[in-house]
């Protein structure tokens, strides 16, 4: 499929005249603009088209939810406003995320990693929006209230997880489909019990943010199959973070390609 013709399948299944398309072909995205709201979205195609190549029309489906969920909740807040009672979390995004609105507005960011940031997300139900600076003063809290309101929330969220063995090596995959999966990685009482039961070296990794993997990584083919899962992962997710895993250790996260090989001597000594 060509991007031409994603662009009017996108069409076919979002026939609205609240909506107006302007194709860049040079960019190779797609502008939705909503006549109503004055309000839009841009839409990088080729992710849609590398998606599509794997999922086939599932990777359409998740776009055109995303896309009228999106609008949805403008809708509502254009009608409703916020409020001080909103509920809203972090959620983690890959460096190259953009930190401002397509109108220039600067979202609410705080560091995290050298390959992760911290947003902080709205809940609206199906879906969320990023918090960005224009929306602060509305939702009645300051941003250093709202980043500590969005931490303590994001403990709340249930951490179930599926097990997988292969070659001797354990990973637990957390995968709510709440949107936040990912934002577990913050929650630093649950990575310090999961070090506990850990036997060999411990990895998490966050791969897009629906899902966080966490390795019990016991030979060196651990390494191997979990650059397999986090690259799998990584190119189906709806919104991709990171393909790199990280070492966790005493509290801390550090890339897998610069601490792997140092981690393994140091535990091997202790």
């Known amino acids: 499929m060509k991007s031409g013709q994603l662009v009017e399948l996108l069409k076919e299944r979002l026939p609205s005249e609240k909506f107006q398309w302007h194709f860049d072909r040079k960019t190779d995205k797609v502008r939705l603009e909503h006549m109503e709201l004055k309000k839009g979205m841009d839409i990088s195609l080729p992710e849609i088209l590398a998606k599509y190549e794997v999922k086939k029309d599932q990777a359409i489906e998740e776009v055109v939810y995303t896309i009228k969920e999106t609008f949805s909740a403008m809708e509502k807040e254009n009608e409703e406003g916020f409020n001080g009672e909103s509920t809203i979390y972090p959620v983690i995004r890959s460096t190259s995320f953009p930190m401002e609105t397509s109108s220039g507005i600067r979202f609410l960011t705080k560091e995290h990693t050298a390959e992760t940031r911290i947003y902080y997300a709205l809940d609206l139900g199906t879906t969320y929006r990023l918090v960005d600076e224009s929306m602060v003063e509305s939702i009645g809290l300051s941003a250093t209230e709202i980043m500590e309101s969005a931490m303590f929330r994001m403990r709340s969220l249930p951490t179930s997880m599926k097990k997988d063995e292969v070659s001797g090596n354990i990973y637990y995959f957390v995968n ?19 070090e506990g039961k850990i036997q060999g070296h411990m990895t998490v990794s966050v791969p897009h943010q629906d899902v966080l993997i966490i390795g019990d990584i016991r030979n060196d083919t651990g390494y191997d199959v979990l650059a397999q899962l986090t690259m799998q992962f990584f190119t189906i997710g709806s919104v991709p973070v990171t393909s790199l895993s990280f070492i966790y250790e005493d509290g801390k996260l550090e890339p897998i390609f610069i601490m792997a090989k140092n981690r393994v001597t140091r535990k091997e000594r202790k």
């Open 176 to 194: 709510n489909n709440d949107g936040y999966d990912a934002s577990r990685i913050l929650n630093s009482a649950f990575l310090k019990e999961m």
